[in-house]
């Protein structure tokens, strides 16, 4: 079972570090996906990272923003967000494929934590 934790209220230009948490087993070999969707809008890519490794994607809109990374002792891989913007506004959702190889396809992906809600507003 993953769980996605962190979200809340942040003002313009702030930050927030979103964690995925799996539930009696380690993720180290998992590819993690972080998926957000906002309101009235399709749930889209933010980053992703393969399983047993540090390699990493990004959407453009986040790029130079965002820092997806694993802590495999704490089995958690966590989303750094920075300089948010209240287009940054959503539900974040993680998601875990065992396979370790999915990238941005959220159809890759197995198992889904429930969502956490970022909203960035002054």
């Known amino acids: 079972q993953l769980q996605a934790s962190g979200g809340g209220l942040v003002q313009p230009g702030g930050s927030l570090r979103l964690s995925c948490t799996a539930s009696?087993?380690?993720?180290?070999?998992?590819?993690i996906g972080w998926f957000r969707q906002a309101p009235g809008k399709e749930r889209e890519g933010v980053s992703c990272?393969?399983?047993?490794?540090?390699?990493?994607s990004y959407a453009d809109s986040v790029k130079g923003r965002f820092t997806i990374s694993r802590d495999n002792a704490r089995y958690t891989v966590s989303l750094q967000m920075n300089s948010l913007e209240p287009e940054d506004t959503a539900v974040y959702y993680c998601?875990?494929?065992?396979?370790?190889?999915?990238?941005?396809?959220?159809?890759?992906?197995?198992?889904w934590g429930q969502g956490t809600l970022v909203t960035v507003s002054s």
């Open positions: 990272i393969i399983g047993g490794g540090s390699s990493a």
């Open positions: 009696g087993f380690s993720l180290t070999y998992y590819a």
């Open positions: 998601a875990a494929d065992p396979s370790g190889s999915a990238g941005s396809n959220s159809g890759d992906y197995d198992y």
